[in-house]
């Protein structure tokens, strides 16, 4: 090669890498233009289950599922609503949420319940007894909360339970696409229906729901946030111009209500008042007190925007702080919100899923973990999702934390999958199209193309992340049993058999109900807490636990809500892995006593009464 040939050559070379540069530059103010990239379009989600042996999940990960909901008696259905014959070509897009699972003690017998809601018009939601050894009976009649669902009354999406009269008893919520209900628990032997006398609005579409005691004033208050603006009846549409506006800064949602107790079965609005008054498209909310200052704040993850975090200012103010913190930016489809202590260090982290669709759009679970030296109001969020582990989890809805296999740690246990039908016919080219458009496009519903019976990120593998407690999580779900492939939406954790290890119950979209027991490797410790509220609440939500153990300590607070449209159970559940005592424990109640409990007897469930 000549030196002219050699100077051609370097010159075609370096057009070449001009050229490049510009398609990669074109290609990214792509990415950033819209929401997707379209590489490849793939509906197969069907892969060979890996055969499971329980021994060996058992020995590699200390932990065991079975599948029984059948076996126990659990026998339930989930059916959607058949809303506006103007939505028939999105249907199952739209009536895509409603089932949902909570856990309760509803008659005081030490037993752990299962609240499932229901969203056929017609159909009933059921709450499912106890019985104590290993099977539960369905509570038949109407008196046991069965949610009113009809086209007149609108259907359930889900309920939280609360004792909102402190007569020891939990009450239930339901909030629906339509009336909301609130069943007052009559000693365990039935329900009776006080929505009116509540004074709740005659019309919320909501997709979640939680009692918190907001002001500390010893009564359980009630937040819930809409969805779907409340003006409209999803079964009588004015118009199709019900979409959000946008695919990520869409403000066209519900609105906000938060129900101050007033403490003689009645309720004030006061929302706005106290300053939570955005309308983006909630679809999770989570309260705790992040802070340290003694009050609740509130976490919303929204759909097609930013999350928003609430500081709460002595319960006179709700003060929106996700920027200051760190959390809202970054507009994601946010769809579930759960708290837990990951790094064992004493505070809350945020986990909020999102959806990602394997070389489709990658948003990414957020994992918000306190950033270390930021406390109080400088307190500030990073994503540490993918750093951890537990950043893609497909469409993901429903997670909650919990520590599964009783090392010490808190795990996540994950739903997914959104609509599936055809398997070999995928949706997500003209979603991606109709979601990119402008608003005119994307907020009217006669302008998405129909699904015709094709999938949209149906048959996904759950997620079971185990946290190996040095900064990791591993994804275990097919290993440890967990291989259905159903449309998950919501899950909720709670010991059934009173033995200390967390099984599941899981609400599936269209799908039968899911009960897996869990069996926890022996040599790993635990202890648990059922807590009762005396000047507080007497659910004691809002209560704080903090165990130390073992060199190690572990923060955890008595949930009124959490996941997607679920709730756990109320007792608080502590892995211990193989440390045979406890130092002390220490609880917080919502009244501000405190109260600490020294070299607590392991493998035993305390119940305590606040002093
Ligand atoms: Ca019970
Ligand atoms: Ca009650
Ligand atoms: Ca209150
Ligand atoms: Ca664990």
Avoid at 73 to 88: E, I, M, Q, R, W
Avoid at 115 to 143: A, C, I, P, Q
Avoid at 331 to 336: E, H, I, N, V
Avoid at 420 to 443: C, L, P, Q
Wanted: hydrophobic share 35%; charged share 20%; glycine share 10%.
């Amino acid at each position: 090669m000549n030196e002219h040939e050699y100077s051609l050559v370097a010159e075609r070379k370096s057009m070449q890498s001009r050229t490049l540069r510009i398609i990669l530059t074109i290609f990214f103010i792509g990415l950033l233009a819209t929401p997707f990239v379209i590489k490849r379009l793939s509906t197969r989600r069907d892969a060979a289950p890996i055969a499971t042996n329980p021994s060996t999940a058992l020995a590699r990960y200390g932990l065991s599922f079975q599948e029984v909901a059948k076996a126990s008696g659990v026998y339930f259905t989930h059916a959607a609503p058949k809303l506006d014959s103007k939505l028939n070509h999105i249907m199952p897009q739209i009536a895509s949420m409603g089932a949902a699972v909570s856990v309760v003690d509803f008659d005081r017998d030490g037993w752990q319940d299962i609240y499932l809601t229901n969203s056929g018009e017609g159909k009933s939601n059921v709450l499912f007894k106890n019985l104590g050894d290993g099977r539960f009976s369905e509570m038949l009649g109407d008196h046991w909360a069965n949610g009113e669902n009809s086209r007149a009354n609108g259907v359930s999406m889900g309920g939280v339970w609360g004792d909102y009269d402190n007569d020891g008893y939990e009450d239930v919520f339901v909030y629906k696409w339509g009336r909301p209900e609130l069943y007052r628990n009559d000693s365990g032997k039935g329900f009776t229906r006080v929505s009116e006398q509540a004074g709740f609005p005659k019309w919320i579409n909501a997709n979640n729901a939680l009692w918190f005691d907001y002001d500390r004033d010893g009564r359980l208050d009630l937040f819930v946030a809409g969805y779907y603006d409340e003006k409209i009846d999803l079964w009588n549409l004015a118009d199709t111009k019900m979409m959000p506006e946008s695919f990520e800064y869409a403000q066209n949602g519900g609105r906000k209500y938060l129900f101050h107790n007033l403490g003689n079965g009645k309720f004030e609005e006061v929302a706005e008042q106290l300053g939570v008054k955005s309308r983006r498209w909630a679809l999770a909310a989570v309260a705790a007190d992040m802070r340290g200052a003694g009050y609740p704040d509130l976490f919303i993850a929204n759909d097609y925007g930013v999350s928003e975090l609430f500081f709460n200012d002595g319960g006179k103010k709700f003060r929106e702080v996700g920027k200051q913190t760190g959390i809202g930016f970054a507009p994601k489809s946010g769809m579930t919100a759960a708290i837990g202590d990951v790094l064992n260090r004493g505070d809350f982290a945020i986990y909020v899923s999102n959806i990602s669709e394997e070389s489709v759009l990658l948003q990414g679970n957020n994992l918000w973990v306190p950033r270390a030296g930021t406390s109080g109001e400088n307190l500030k969020f990073d994503n540490l999702a993918r750093d951890l582990g537990v950043e893609i989890g497909g469409w993901s809805w429903g997670a909650q934390f919990g520590d599964l296999n009783n090392d010490g740690y808190q795990d996540i246990y994950l739903v997914n999958g959104y609509i599936s039908a055809d398997r070999n016919g995928s949706y997500w080219y003209d979603y991606s199209k109709v979601t990119g458009g402008n608003t005119t496009i994307i907020s009217d519903a006669k302008n998405w193309p129909p699904m015709n019976n094709r999938s949209l990120s149906g048959y996904q593998q759950k997620k079971v992340w185990i946290n190996d407690g040095a900064g990791q999580f591993k994804e275990v779900a097919q290993i440890v049993g967990v291989t259905d492939i159903y449309d998950g939406r919501s899950v909720a954790l709670a010991d059934f058999s009173n033995t200390g290890r967390l099984d599941v119950v899981v609400a599936n979209q269209k799908g039968p109900a899911l009960l897996y027991k869990n069996t926890v490797a022996p040599d790993n410790r635990w202890i648990a807490f059922d807590l009762e509220g005396a000047v507080s609440n007497r659910s004691a939500i809002g209560a704080q636990v903090r165990l130390f153990w073992n060199g190690q300590q572990q923060a955890q607070e008595v949930s009124g809500g959490s996941g997607f449209c679920s709730q756990n159970q109320r007792r608080l559940h502590f892995g211990l892995g193989k440390a045979a005592s406890v130092d002390r424990v220490e609880i917080r109640w919502p009244s501000g006593k405190t109260q600490t409990i020294r070299a607590p007897e392991t493998n035993k469930i305390h119940k305590l009464k606040e002093a």
